[in-house]
Nanobody
Framework: QVQLVESGGGLVQPGGSLRLSCAAS????????IGWFRQAPGKEREGVSC????????YYGDSVKGRFTIYRDKAKNAVYLQINNLKPEDAAVYYC???????????????WGQGTQVTVSS
């Protein structure tokens, strides 16, 4: 059974950092692309980052470049999203999802986690 479980969200002050985790089961993360998406209240779900199945390529949305880093640990079968210099506009529920390749469209991803809440506030 394919499962993705996010963790690591929380309340952080602007300028702070978080590391989000996406623990996978039922498949190997190095066989699929894993994307991170976020959705704020009243907004559409947007892609923020993706790591390719080979692990050789990483993609970032324009609003997070230079602040977010995606990486994976094959031994733990997990993908991580390091978030630095958090801004109030980063507040959202963050989801990880699985696809064959990295794309921007959430509709291309067929397996999703339940999400983890990131709140940015002083």
């Amino acid at each position: 059974q394919v499962q993705l479980v996010e963790s690591g969200g929380g309340l952080v002050q602007p300028g702070g950092s978080l590391r989000l985790s996406c623990a996978a089961s039922g498949f190997a993360v190095d066989n699929f692309a894993i994307g991170w998406f976020r959705q704020a209240p009243g907004k559409e779900r947007e892609g923020v980052s993706c790591i390719s199945s080979s692990g050789d390529s990483a993609y970032y949305g324009d609003s997070v470049k230079g602040r977010f880093t995606i990486y994976r640990d094959k031994a733990k079968n997990a993908v991580y999203l390091q978030i630095n210099n958090l801004k109030p506009e980063d507040a959202a529920v963050y989801y990880c999802a699985r696809d064959w390749g990295c794309t921007d469209s959430p509709s291309n991803y067929h397996y999703w986690g339940q999400g983890t809440q990131v709140t940015v506030s002083s």
